[in-house]
T-cell receptor, first 117, second 111 residues
Framework: DSGVTQTPKHLITATGQRVTLRCSPR?????VYWYQQSLDQGLQFLIQ???????AKGNILERFSAQQFPDLHSELNLSSLELGDSALYFC????????????????FGPGTRLTVT | TQLLEQSPQFLSIQEGENLTVYCNSS?????LQWYRQEPGEGPVLLVT?????EVKKLKRLTFQFGDARKDSSLHITAAQTGDTGLYLC???????????FGAGTILRVKS
């Protein structure tokens, strides 16, 4: 158990809909990362938050957005869903965003499997 | 853009055999991490290597960081069925930006 929790575990929805994925980082971790993993794309970095502020952006679509709340939990919002958005979505946390090489060690949650029909 | 290439993409071996997985880049990385992922679960951190030429051992797993910090390898001795999974390398950029993940190596160890 990494200490990172994600809900829901599974989500099935229709095209055009909007969903929210939730992540609670490990106790004390300030950085939260979101990744998308599909069979043909591997693990793709979407976005990072550090202590409530956006820190880095990856290949995140404009239809997707995220935020990190004062209690450090994070939500990933996916809207106007398409069939191609079906994937595993992982959240990871790390203690900080810089300062030592070990600051980047990431602890992954169990993921949310999103199926868009 | 910093990229990490992993090879082989897929490896199927018998229990007891040795294997090596490679992670290569044309870019320098400040540090490099190896993760193992089982189907339907999140990646689990195995090790972080920081210094060029560094070698770290974790039971039957040996991790090496290249002298120039552009490549790394994972060697497994006497593989077991429990080693089956997806092995991912990930590098921290030279200027302290986000992690870059390789595409992964799928390892299947048969009994």
């Amino acid at each position: 158990d990494s200490g990172v929790t994600q809900t829901p575990k599974h989500l099935i929805t229709a095209t055009g809909q909007r969903v929210t994925l939730r992540c609670s980082p490990r106790s004390g971790d300030l950085s939260v990362y979101w990744y998308q993993q599909s069979l043909d794309q591997g693990l793709q970095f979407l976005i990072q938050y550090y202590n409530g502020e956006e820190r880095a952006k990856g290949n995140i679509l404009e239809r997707f957005s995220a935020q990190q709340f004062p209690d450090l939990h994070s939500e990933l919002n996916l809207s106007s869903l398409e069939l191609g958005d079906s994937a595993l979505y992982f959240c990871a946390s790390s203690p900080r965003t810089s300062g030592s090489p070990f600051s980047y060690e990431q602890y992954f949650g169990p993921g949310t499997r999103l199926t868009v029909t | 853009t910093q990229l990490l290439e992993q090879s082989p993409q897929f490896l199927s071996i018998q229990e007891g055999e040795n294997l090596t997985v490679y992670c290569n880049s044309s870019s320098v990385f400040s540090s490099l991490q190896w993760y193992r992922q089982e189907p339907g679960e999140g990646p689990v951190l195995l090790v972080t290597v920081v210094t060029g030429g560094e070698v770290k051992k974790l039971k039957r797993l040996t991790f090496q960081f290249g002298d120039a910090r552009k490549d790394s390898s994972l060697h497994i001795t006497a593989a077991q069925t429990g080693d089956t999974g997806l092995y991912l390398c990930a590098g921290e950029g030279e200027y302290g930006n986000k992690l870059v993940f390789g595409a992964g190596t799928i390892l299947r160890v048969k009994s």
